[in-house]
Structures are given as C-alpha cells and as structure tokens.
C-alpha cells in the first residue's frame, strides 16, 4: 500500500536532548513537509522541500533542521535550542507534478512530549 | 497574500441534522481550496478540493462545498450528521510563494460534535 509512514508515534525526551522524527513515503512524491500541530492554533509550517537536496524555512523554523537525501525520506530533528517543542508534528507530502492543486497526504503523527 | 479564516471554532449539531462549516478566504490570485478532516490523534485526510473546474465540489463521506467568488468563501456542508463525523475539520489554500515554492495556508480548524 502506497502512503506515508511517520516514526515513532509517541516520542518523550527529556529537555536538551536533540531528537529526530521518521517521515517516508512510497508515493513517489516530489514535495514533503513537517508541520507542528499545537491545540487551537491548527497547523503551522516548520519545513518542506520541493525537490531532493532542496528544502526551506517554512513559518516556524527555528530550533528544527532537515534534510532531503532521498526522495522518499525527510526526516526532522527537533534541536535542544526548540524552546517549547512538545507538540503533535505531521508530515506531509504531495505532487508528481508540482502543480498548485496537488493535494497533501498526510502520515499518522508524532507526539512529542518534553520531560 | 493568501488568508483563510474558519468562523467558529466549536461546532455542534445534533445527528441527522444539517452540518455547516464556514471558511472564508483572502487571495490576490484565483484560489485553490481544501478541505480535509482530522480525527483524533490522527493525521490529515482530504474531504474535497476545488480547482476552479467546477464551483459545487462534492467530496467523500457525502460532505461538499460550494465555491462563492463574490463571498470569497467555501463553506463545507453536509445533509445529515452522523456521530462518526465527530472531528477537526481544516480548511485550507492553496499559495504560490517566491521561487515558486508551494504550499497550504491553512485555518485555525473547527471541532464539529454530533449529539445523539
């Protein structure tokens, strides 16, 4: 089955401690994006790329890196220098042919909670 | 630049009822618009887009909006609630950044409940 996969699904670490989150897809999209869930305030940008070794700051970028080696992988890592980083983090991904009405498929989610 | 704004945070209806969720949306450009829903601890599923082919967008789950150019809005409705509709519902559009880097602008969300 096509999709995308997010890793772990529940995530605790405790406070400056750097930690990565897992997003791939098997969907051969060219586009993928992290975003932060936080309640009431829906979903805001952190990242995304368009293409492979290509990415940018989305609306909240700081205290997170990325990167894009490989297609279907584009993992985030929350740094110690994220102030407040629990948080429920989605990662997205859409287009094999960047058009604007691509539709974004979303994995399950990552709940990060910091101890 | 692109906006979108969901009147109404918390949405309740009773089941069998008429399910109305408003969004409203600013853009320079003609739009593209989304709708998806969420359910708890979940990830985001796709209800229905427009892209400017027709205005009355039937999505799944019998859920449809209605593009309204001179209202700027697409308000997501569905005929008859049912307790599984019980979610987050986003509404979403869809910009043309520099470099032509795309992406969702999206709303603050609406949690709709269905009462028996």
């Known amino acids: 089955d096509g999709g995308i996969t997010q890793s772990p699904k529940y995530l605790f670490r405790k406070e400056g401690q750097n930690v990565t989150l897992s997003c791939e897809q098997n969907l051969n999209h060219d586009a993928m994006y992290w975003y932060r869930q936080d309640p009431g305030q829906g979903l805001r940008l952190i990242y995304y790329?368009?293409?492979?070794?290509?990415?940018q700051k989305g609306d909240i970028a700081e205290g997170y890196s990325v990167s894009r080696e490989k297609k279907e992988s584009f993992p985030l890592t929350v740094t110690s220098a994220q102030k407040n980083p629990t948080a429920f983090y989605l990662c997205a991904s859409s287009g094999t042919g960047g058009s604007i009405t691509d539709t974004q498929y979303f994995g399950p989610g990552t709940r990060l909670t910091v101890l | 630049a692109q906006s979108v704004t969901q009147l109404g945070s918390h949405v309740s209806v009773s089941e069998g009822a008429l399910v109305l969720l408003r969004c409203n949306y600013s853009?320079?450009?003609?739009?593209?618009l989304f709708w998806y829903v969420q359910y708890p601890n979940q990830g985001l599923q796709l209800l229905l887009k427009?892209?400017?082919?027709a205005t009355l967008v039937k999505g799944i789950n019998d859920f449809e909006a209605e593009f309204k150019k001179s209202e700027t809005s697409f308000h997501l409705t569905k005929p008859s609630a049912h307790m599984s509709d019980a979610a987050e519902y986003f509404c979403?559009?869809?910009?043309?950044?520099?470099?032509?880097?795309?992406?969702?602008?999206w709303g603050l969300g609406t949690s709709l409940a269905v009462n028996p």
């Open positions: 979403a559009v869809s910009s043309l950044g520099a470099g032509n880097n795309r992406k969702l602008i």
């Open positions: 790329s368009q293409i492979v070794n290509d990415f």
């Open positions: 853009s320079s450009v003609p739009p593209y």
């Open positions: 427009y892209t400017s082919a």
